[in-house]
């Protein structure tokens, strides 16, 4: 057995799935909708989305050139209480890090950036070397953006972590946030933010 | 997505691959993709196969049980999500005078204005009304902010619907007769078509109350009473003119429904024939397609689709969201 003994036992409530910090880094109502209360509309971005990792997502190991891919690799970090997946992980020179597809282009949000950094800290954990960067493949731009794990983002994702475990366990419905993230938000049809705000602003007689 | 009815007695529903087989004496009825339903309704004596029941429930798809003569049985429900804590504030909000007798006010203030707004499109349009019904709904209307508690909504919501009824027989254009309201059992045509028609609204805004994840069997204007959707009769009550009674209107005005499909039985209750049943469902499934443009949010919905907004603008209330619930009410 290699790796670090678990630093606390987690209860099954407070394990944070990854994919879950990429939501609550987008949205954390979205997060919370998807969570806590398993309202989850499939639209034609997560359907894609969805598509995608299938292929992505048949576990398999083949050697390209001196490059070792290993796909679809089950996650779990007892120090931060993670569990999730990573579509792909190589290991190259000795060096390793993973590599999350994503359908669609690099986005404003650090979503994607907070995902991928939460799985390069579990493969820390679980191999014992310190990751310096990864690559998300955004399908649409068909190819690799490099991310370095700087302190800075590490310390937003160990931040959104425990955002996400407090949301979890607390199950406090986070305020919804009208703004530009609502146009490609799958949930809007749900969380209705436009219309929230209309009634908030009208009288009971305009009716 | 749609409803599918299923009136055959004696059919036997089955899945095959993806697709939904009705079947009547080794004679394929209707054989539809999975995906394109979701829901069925059976009425009366139609089988199910376990298969198509597990298959049915795994794509969330509900099942509603009506008899023979069309009333609402049960239903079938799949799982649903783990959202109970919109239910736990439906509950205190019922137990809470106060804000049920705000509901209650809000329900009925919706029915009641659509009732006068067709009524007043109907005298547009040509139809002779006396000048009462139209003073009498207002008054009620009028009333409802000073009404204590639900019963006094409840009042005045009889004296609304009653002034409204007592008219509703001029708007229909074609032979039928139509004194007033009579439930339990209907005895003429007309209100044979009404009772069918809140059925149907009845189970499809259960439907929407369900998948929002409040309990449809906890009302605030109907008081609970055992295995009464209670909740669903709430937020149907001001679609009732909007989607049950126009329907009722169109069909007979238009002739899709004449005298002779109706037949009485023993007791005195009148109802459809099972074409014209079909007919209307058909005439109903239409409805609840149809598009509106939305009085407050000004985009284009589908009746079907407002259903399940003021659900969900009820549970948006109910978790203090959002400081009042709208009743849908349309010009
Ligand atoms: S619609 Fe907007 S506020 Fe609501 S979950 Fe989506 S992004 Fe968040």
């Excluded at chain 2, 509603?64 to 799982?79: D, E, T, Y």
Aim: charged share 25%.
């Amino acid at each position: 057995m290699t790796g670090t003994a678990p630093v606390r036992e987690w209860q099954e409530d407070e394990l944070v799935p990854i994919a879950a910090l990429n939501q609550y880094a987008y949205c954390p109502r979205r997060c919370y909708y998807i969570y806590v209360a398993e309202e989850y509309e499939d639209n034609i971005h997560t359907l894609e989305g969805s598509y995608l990792h299938e292929n992505v997502h048949q576990a398999s190991e083949h050697l390209r050139g001196e490059k070792l891919q290993v796909r679809s690799v089950t996650l779990y970090s007892a120090r931060y209480g993670l569990a999730g997946k990573a579509d792909l992980v190589e290991i190259e020179d000795g060096q390793v890090y993973p590599v999350e597809y994503k359908k669609g282009r690099r986005g404003d949000w650090q979503n994607d950036q907070i995902q991928l950094c939460a799985q390069a800290m579990v493969l820390e954990e679980v191999t014992g070397r310190v990751i310096n960067h990864g690559y998300i493949f955004y399908a649409s731009e068909r190819r690799r953006q490099l991310i370095e794990f700087t302190p800075e983002l590490r310390a937003e994702t160990l931040q959104v972590i425990q955002a996400v475990r407090e949301l979890l366990t607390t199950r406090r419905r986070p305020p919804q946030k009208e703004g530009p993230r609502c146009q490609g938000c799958s949930l809007k049809a749900i969380c209705l933010p436009s219309e929230t705000r209309k009634i908030l602003s009208c009288g009971e007689e305009e009716q | 997505m749609a409803t599918l009815y299923i009136t055959e007695q004696g059919a036997i529903v089955r899945r095959v691959d993806e697709r939904i087989i009705v079947e009547h004496e080794k004679e394929v009825l209707a054989d539809i993709p999975i995906i394109k339903v979701d829901q069925v309704v059976l009425f009366g004596r139609v089988g199910l196969t376990t298969p198509v029941i597990e298959t049915l429930l795994e794509q969330g798809i509900e099942v509603c049980f009506l008899n023979q003569w069309g009333r609402f049985l049960g239903r079938l429900q799949p799982v649903q999500g783990k959202n109970c804590l919109v239910r736990a504030d439906q509950f205190r909000a019922a137990f809470d005078a106060g804000q049920a007798t705000y509901l209650a006010r809000q329900f009925v203030l919706g029915k009641l204005k659509n009732m006068l707004n067709m009524l007043m499109r109907a005298r547009r349009e040509g139809v002779s009304l006396p000048e009462e019904p139209f003073l009498e709904i207002n008054q009620a209307i009028k009333a409802l902010p000073r009404a204590e508690n639900v019963d006094g909504v409840r009042g005045l919501e009889g004296a609304g619907s009653a002034a409204y009824f007592r008219v509703f027989g001029n708007l229909l254009k074609k032979e039928f007769q139509f004194y007033g309201r009579v439930r339990r059992p209907p005895t003429d045509p007309v209100n044979s078509l009404l009772s069918f028609a809140y059925t149907l609204l009845a189970k499809d805004i259960a439907s929407a109350v369900n998948t929002v994840g409040l309990d449809p069997y906890t009302g605030f204007l109907h008081k609970d009473r055992y295995g009464r959707v209670s909740l669903a009769l709430d937020i149907a009550e001001e679609f009732r003119p909007l989607v049950a009674d126009a329907v009722v209107l169109s069909v007979i005005n238009r002739g899709m429904v004449v005298q002779d499909d109706f037949e009485q039985e023993l007791g005195g209750a009148v109802k459809l024939k099972d074409d014209a049943r079909k007919r209307f469902l058909a005439a109903y499934e239409q409805k609840k397609q149809s598009e509106i443009r939305h009085p407050y949010f000004k985009y284009r919905a589908t009746y079907r689709r407002c259903m399940e907004l003021q659900a969900r603008l009820l549970a948006k209330y109910l978790q203090g969201e959002v400081d009042k619930y709208l009743p849908l009410v349309t010009k």
